[in-house]
């Protein structure tokens, strides 16, 4: 399985990105920290293939929806920043 780098990931955001979009990285190394967990996943065994690695993204993706729903049914969302 290929890796991509840091800088492949900027390129590739960059070039996706439509006139007057926000480019570059967050303050907080925020993409090095989301590919070193990749790493680390595929190190243990916990990612075998591309397939493995999709699945993970959808369970995060739909937590993270979940968790945003719940805060704007609560009230939440104005007052809790952050990426749920």
């Given at each position: 399985?290929?890796?991509?780098?840091e800088?492949?990931?900027?390129h590739?955001h960059?070039?996706a990105?439509?006139?007057?979009?926000?480019?570059?990285?967050?303050g907080?190394?925020?993409?090095?920290?989301?590919?070193?967990?990749?790493?680390?996943?595929?190190a243990?065994g916990?990612?075998?293939?591309?397939?493995?690695?999709?699945?993970?993204c959808?369970?995060?993706?739909?937590?993270r929806?979940?968790?945003?729903?719940?805060?704007?049914?609560?009230?939440?969302?104005?007052?809790?920043?952050g990426?749920?």
């Amino acid at each position: 399985m290929y890796l991509i780098s840091e800088d492949d990931v900027i390129h590739i955001h960059d070039q996706a990105l439509n006139p007057g979009e926000l480019q570059g990285l967050a303050g907080d190394k925020s993409l090095s920290g989301a590919l070193s967990r990749v790493e680390l996943r595929l190190a243990c065994g916990l990612i075998k293939d591309a397939f493995d690695l999709g699945a993970t993204c959808a369970v995060v993706y739909i937590h993270r929806a979940r968790v945003q729903r719940w805060k704007q049914a609560n009230g939440l969302s104005m007052c809790c920043s952050g990426q749920g």
